[in-house]
T-cell receptor
């Protein structure tokens, strides 16, 4: 069991460029969560899917962020027109029953 | 989010114990989890509680009082490597069963 896989581990983009982050949940887990973490804001919920269906995206900045889960083996988080304030560690987690979340190593995004 | 509050910092001594407190004001409480996060690493699940009382898991124990909106994580026989941030997370059935994390308590264990 490889755990939750996130790629890339590090990404540097220029202001205004697009960034796509990938997550492969643990096989058999029905729920996938996206968070971002900064020193200032702490761990912020973005969105989550259950059985590939979007359940709650109330944490997503509406204009430039989008997330999809086209199949049970991966989810993507896309940020359009990235801004310096988007710089953060983006964490993906998966779970069977939502009481225990298994986190991936995160993608460290730096927007210059 | 959802009023999950933790102290920012906690310091203790190797070989003793540390209690990390968490209070919440979630209207649809549906379980509470504790996670450990070391510097530069993702959070790691430690414990889940949904019923009142003390749950002893050896090195880590957790207590919950739903009527008081309060939980603590107790670490005993502290080791230097227990130095980390400890995150409290509350699930809210009134918000799509979403989980709300506290900002974490940074525990420093000194020799």
């Amino acid at each position: 069991n490889a755990g939750v896989i996130q790629t890339p581990r590090h990404k540097v983009t220029g202001k205004g460029q697009e960034a796509t982050l990938w997550c492969e949940p643990i096989s058999g887990h029905s729920a996938v969560f996206w968070y971002r973490q900064t020193i200032v804001q702490g761990l912020e919920f973005l969105t989550y899917f259950r059985n590939q269906a979007p359940i709650d995206d109330s944490g997503m900045p509406k204009e430039r962020f989008s997330a999809q889960m086209p199949n049970q083996s991966h989810s993507t988080l896309k940020i359009q027109s990235t801004q310096p304030q988007d710089s953060a560690v983006y964490l993906c987690a998966s779970s069977l029953a939502q009481d225990t979340q298994y986190f991936g190593p995160g993608t460290r995004l730096l927007v210059l | 989010g959802q009023g999950v509050e933790q102290p920012d910092n906690l310091m203790s001594v190797e070989g003793t114990f540390a209690r990390v407190n968490c209070t919440y004001s979630t209207s649809g409480f549906n379980g509470l989890s504790w996670y450990q996060q070391r510097e530069g690493h993702a959070p790691v699940f430690l414990s889940y509680v949904v019923l009142d009382g003390l749950k002893d898991s050896g090195h880590f124990s957790t207590f919950l009082s739903r009527s008081n909106g309060y939980s603590y994580l107790l670490l005993t026989e502290l080791q230097i490597k227990d130095s980390a941030s400890y995150l409290c997370a509350v699930r809210d059935r009134n918000n799509n069963n979403r989980i709300f994390f506290g900002d974490g308590t940074q525990l420093v264990v000194k020799p």
